[in-house]
């Protein structure tokens, strides 16, 4: 599958704890983003990459949130000291970066339930 | 605040029938625009785009959306659903120098029934 990936699928852990999600975007794909989708909404943009370099953050982004890009390939997303504010589908997207290719194709997302 | 509206946010129809879903956004300047749609239990999947050019576009599965700038919306039409459109559709806009973010409207909730 050459789609982009992303690890783990579901996570389910406690107030206050810290965990990473992965994000593999289609290999060529120069721009990544990161979004969230709460129960009834429309996903919510969150950061976006392109390479290694984070060019734009949300307001969404609290403190607690960090992303990056080391190499400009994979992307991780931490959250530290969960809340239940927290629980959302997590998506990740990647895009050719070519300024008249915007389409961004989808990852299946990482659910997370923050107990 | 800029924003997409989506106004229908559960449909039902019978196979056979006519779709129009609405999209509306409240950006003031050059947008490109996508309907992604959500099949249960797969990710999101680019249904179709317009970036410029006839205001007409079609895409895959035989759906269509036309763009009406005067009336900031980009609506989805399909002339007949099938059972296997169920789905959940979402509209989503990129202003173009707003960075390369996508806002996405709440989503319809198709069910096309037999």
């Known amino acids: 599958d050459t789609g982009v990936s992303q690890d783990p699928r579901h996570k389910i852990t406690k107030r206050g704890q810290n965990v990473t999600f992965r994000c593999d975007p289609i290999?060529?794909?120069?721009?990544l983003y990161w979004y969230r989708q709460t129960l009834g909404q429309g996903p919510e943009f969150l950061t976006y990459?392109?390479?290694?370099?984070?060019?734009?953050k949300s307001r969404l982004l609290s403190d607690r949130f960090s992303a990056e890009r080391p190499k400009g390939s994979f992307s991780t997303l931490e959250i530290q000291r969960t809340e239940q504010g927290d629980s959302a589908m997590y998506l990740c997207a990647s895009s050719p970066g070519r300024a008249t290719y915007n389409e961004q194709f989808f990852g299946p997302g990482t659910r997370l339930t923050v107990l | 605040a800029q924003s997409v509206s989506q106004h229908n946010h559960h449909v039902i129809l019978s196979e056979a029938a006519s779709l129009e879903l609405g999209c509306n956004y409240s950006y003031g300047g050059t947008v490109n625009l996508f309907w992604y749609v959500q099949y249960p239990g797969q990710h999101l999947q680019l249904l179709l785009k317009y970036f410029s050019g006839d205001p007409l576009v079609k895409g895959i599965k035989g759906f269509e959306a036309e763009f009406i700038k005067s009336k900031f919306s980009f609506n989805l039409r399909k002339p007949s659903v099938q059972w296997s459109d169920t789905a959940e559709y979402f509209c989503a806009v990129l202003l173009r120098g707003g960075g390369n973010k996508l806002t996405f409207g709440t989503g319809t909730q198709l069910k096309v029934e037999l």
């Open positions: 290999s060529e794909h120069n721009r």
């Open positions: 990459f392109q390479n290694e370099a984070q060019l734009e």
